[in-house]
């Protein structure tokens, strides 16, 4: 059966981009993309391709009861900059994934959001950083680790430039993992994924 995904968007939407671009590859269509701010490029990017979009903000009921709506199977956080509650977590048990900017778990947990992630792994002076997907669970960047990409970053000097190549990285892994769970081939066993 073809899947119902949903992106849930805060920012630029760069990743929402690359699965747009890349869903013909995917046995799933995109049916809403949602946003906490209103001001949201990722909005656009929706609009452009005909997606239903809406702004909810602060109201995790509101959200749910959208996404059972929309009869949603994946739920795609896509720089989605939102405290999530664990009745939102609780109702798509499984069912959420999350891409961060490093590999977990380096670099991960409070705080470690958008620009800090790359200006962490800068100060730290780390030669190699990455890409991670994962389930999301109740404790913050630590459910189920799905994919991880490593990204060389040895010759750059800024943080800017690490979450460019890193977001480069981000743009393949993630419409490769959105594929593999449309395709029913991911499975999680005792806490590990096992994809097929
Ligand atoms: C990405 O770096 C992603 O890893 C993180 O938020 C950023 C979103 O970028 N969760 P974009 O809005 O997809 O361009």
């Given at each position: 059966m073809v899947k119902k995904i949903a992106v849930l968007v805060s920012g630029g939407g760069s990743n929402l981009q690359?699965?747009?671009d890349n869903i013909t590859d995917i046995n799933?269509?995109?049916?809403?993309?949602?946003s906490n701010k209103e001001s949201a490029f990722g909005l656009?990017?929706?609009?452009n391709a005909n997606i239903p979009t809406k702004v909810i903000s602060k109201d995790d009921e509101k959200l749910i009861q959208t996404l059972k709506e929309y009869e949603v199977d994946l739920v795609v956080l896509a720089g989605y900059l939102a405290i999530l509650t664990p009745e939102f977590i609780n109702a798509f048990k499984d069912k959420i994934i999350n891409i961060h900017?490093?590999?977990?778990?380096?670099f991960c947990g409070k705080g470690a959001y958008g620009i800090n992630v790359a200006k962490m792994a800068l100060?730290?002076?780390?030669?190699?950083?990455?890409?991670?997907?994962?389930?999301?669970?109740?404790i913050v960047d630590g459910g189920p680790i799905i994919a991880q990409r490593a990204v060389d970053i040895?010759?750059?000097?800024?943080?800017?430039?690490?979450?460019?190549?890193?977001?480069?990285?981000?743009?393949?892994?993630?419409p490769w993992v959105i594929k593999k769970y449309c395709d029913d081939e991911i499975i999680i066993e005792d806490g590990r994924v096992?994809?097929?």
């Open positions: 690359a699965i747009i799933g269509n995109i049916v809403l993309v949602v656009t990017r929706a609009q900017p490093s590999l977990i778990p380096s100060q730290r002076g780390v030669k190699i950083t990455g890409v991670t997907i994962h389930f999301v669970s109740e040895a010759d750059l000097n800024t943080a800017e430039d690490i979450q460019q190549r890193v977001l480069k990285t981000e743009h393949e892994l993630l096992k994809i097929k």
